[in-house]
């Protein structure tokens, strides 16, 4: 019997699951299975990046660029 195991490209620890990422810079790219610590940095990076569906959540709650602009412009306009 033959297992194939994919762990993380850090630590490899069999024990703790991964995550695919795929990175790309200054023309060299790779494929990386992370675990959740050694993947924490990248997550961060999604979590900062608006469009993505795991913060549009929390985006609600937060004013949005184009919000501002539109009370700024609402506040300074006159009639
Ligand atoms: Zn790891």
Redesign the pocket.
């Known amino acids: 019997m033959k297992i194939s195991l994919v762990v993380?490209n850090?630590?490899q620890?069999p024990k703790?699951p991964t995550r695919q990422y795929r990175v790309a810079s200054e023309g060299r790219s790779m494929v990386a299975d992370?675990?959740k610590?050694?993947g924490a940095p990248i997550e961060q990076l999604f979590e900062k990046q608006p469009t993505t569906t795991r913060t549009r959540r929390q985006q609600s709650q937060v004013t949005s660029m184009e919000e501002i602009e539109r009370l700024k412009n609402k506040g300074t306009k006159k009639p």
């Open positions: 993380c850090v630590c620890d703790k992370l675990c610590e050694d």
